[in-house]
Antibody
Framework: QVQLVESGGGVVQPGRSLRLSCAAS????????MHWVRQAPGKGLDWVALIAYDGDKKYYADSVRGRFTISRDNSKNTLYLQMNSLRAEDTAIYYC??????????????WGQGTLVTVSS | EIVLTQSPGTLSLSPGERATLSCRAS???????LAWYQQKPGQAPRLLIY???SRATGIPDRFSGSGSGTDFALTISRLEPEDFAVYYCQHYVGSPPFTFGPGTKVDIK
């Protein structure tokens, strides 16, 4: 079955960087668009970024554009999120999520368990 | 950007009762590209409904979705103890951002 396992979270000071990873298994990773979604403590879901199945197209929420970079390595079945210039408001659980189909306009049918990022001095 | 609002914020009901949750979009959601997710404390969200009314794999038939254009609803016909959770709607039409609504919490009365 589909499995998504995030890693790389932790406590980081404001202005520093962190890279999250999401290891995928149980499906043909290279044929699906993938997303990052975050959830601040006690808050709702906040879409962060999308990458096309081949890595060719990437989209970002306004709140992270220019600071975060989504990427993927289809040979390793792994999704990444490079987060630079971190701010306190980036504190959240970060989930990777799989598109239900290969295209962008598709719901998120599988989610990882999430990794917690805390930005604090 | 499409903005989604959900109502009510909290719904207090008893097991066995019917729950109706609302999701309203700031502009028409074409092709009914509207999904519903369930999230329980400490867990990741789970896809319930997509295309406004299609149940995802393994979702019980007590969950149903309806609506079109700007007004959508999620109905749980008879609440089971495991259904008490937070429910989010989301659109996935066109290009991102694929925004979520603020959520409706269904709790035990």
């Amino acid at each position: 079955q589909v499995q998504l396992v995030e890693s790389g979270g932790g406590v980081v000071q404001p202005g520093r960087s962190l890279r999250l990873s999401c290891a995928a298994s149980g499906f043909i990773f290279s044929t699906y668009a993938m997303h990052w979604v975050r959830q601040a403590p006690g808050k709702g879901l906040d879409w962060v970024a999308l990458i096309a199945y081949d890595g060719d197209k990437k989209y970002y929420a306004d709140s992270v554009r220019g600071r975060f970079t989504i990427s993927r390595d289809n040979s390793k079945n792994t999704l990444y999120l490079q987060m630079n210039s971190l701010r306190a408001e980036d504190t959240a659980i970060y989930y990777c999520a799989k598109s239900r189909s290969g295209g962008y306009s598709s719901p998120f049918d599988s989610w990882g368990q999430g990794t917690l990022v805390t930005v604090s001095s | 950007e499409i903005v989604l609002t959900q109502s009510p914020g909290t719904l207090s009901l008893s097991p066995g009762e019917r729950a109706t949750l609302s999701c309203r979009a700031s502009q028409s959601v074409s092709s009914n590209y509207l999904a519903w997710y369930q999230q329980k404390p400490g867990q990741a969200p789970r896809l319930l409904i997509y295309g406004a009314s299609s149940r995802a794999t393994g979702i019980p038939d007590r969950f149903s979705g309806s609506g079109s254009g700007t007004d959508f609803a999620l109905t749980i016909s008879r609440l089971e103890p495991e259904d008490f959770a937070v429910y989010y709607c989301q659109h996935y039409v066109g290009s991102p951002p694929f925004t979520f609504g603020p959520g409706t919490k269904v709790d035990i009365k």
